[in-house]
């Protein structure tokens, strides 16, 4: 299994752009890289999923470098309610070895 | 709203007490999980099912048993609980077409308390 590196925890302003960055030097060649987003007292919530380059949403964008040891999550101009703990995971196609990590814990502040 | 229903969403047992914690998604999903998350944990995966009728055994099994009862189901057993399994409960469930996840679904979870 790809294991995953994230900082442990980020702080930021309410209308700043955050970037959560995730090692996964070991990555496989069939793994794809997800992003959930957890608030407290709830599921995690699948945000953006990508296997490589730029994949953007209406929610955020995943940014790949060609050799995908590493992936970097933006949230442009983050409120409040982005306060919540951020999930990389990497695996398999078939999904059924994602291993979730401690995640970071994003506090934005006013 | 179409989801995944876990149901309770709150239960305390004693040791030793067994109960079946419920599952159940809307979405025609082939692939469903069972998760536990600890205090300021990550979530750690117990069982999934990768297709109506088949089941394995994910990172923490022991302790639980699960059934795949049809495609919209899946129950996590816990047959003689322990403090040690205190936790919040998550069930899942995506769809996997050929090579692609395309991401889970979470329901809202069981907090289960054993003294």
């Known amino acids: 299994l790809a294991k995953t590196t994230q900082p442990i925890s980020m702080d930021s302003y309410e209308g700043q752009e955050v970037n959560i960055t995730c090692s996964h030097n070991?990555?496989?060649?069939?793994?794809?890289i997800t992003w959930y987003q957890q608030f407290p007292s709830q599921g995690p919530r699948f945000i953006i999923q990508?296997?490589?380059t730029k994949v953007t949403n209406e929610v955020a964008s995943l940014f790949i470098p060609a050799d995908r040891k590493s992936s970097t999550l933006s949230l442009p101009r983050v409120s409040l309610s982005d306060t919540a703990v951020y999930y990389c995971?990497?695996?398999?196609?078939?999904?059924?070895?994602?291993?979730f990590g401690p995640g970071t814990r994003l506090s934005v502040l006013p | 709203n179409a989801g995944v229903t876990q149901t309770p969403k709150f239960q305390v047992l004693k040791t030793g007490q067994s109960m079946t914690l419920q599952c159940a998604q809307d979405m025609n999903h082939n692939s469903m999980y069972w998760y536990r998350q600890d205090p300021g944990m990550g979530l750690r995966l117990i069982y999934y099912?990768?297709?109506?009728?088949?089941?394995d055994k994910g990172e923490v099994p022991n302790g639980y048993n699960v059934s795949r009862l049809n495609k919209r189901e899946f129950s996590l057993r816990l047959e003689s609980a322990a403090p040690s399994q205190t936790s919040v409960y998550f069930c899942a469930s995506s769809e996997v077409q050929g090579v692609t996840n395309y991401g889970y679904t979470f329901g809202s979870g069981t907090r289960l308390t054993v003294v």
């Open positions: 070991n990555i496989a060649t069939n793994d794809y």
């Open positions: 099912s990768a297709s109506e009728g088949t089941t």
């Open positions: 995971l990497v695996g398999d196609n078939y999904g059924q070895n994602f291993v």
């Open positions: 990508g296997y490589k």
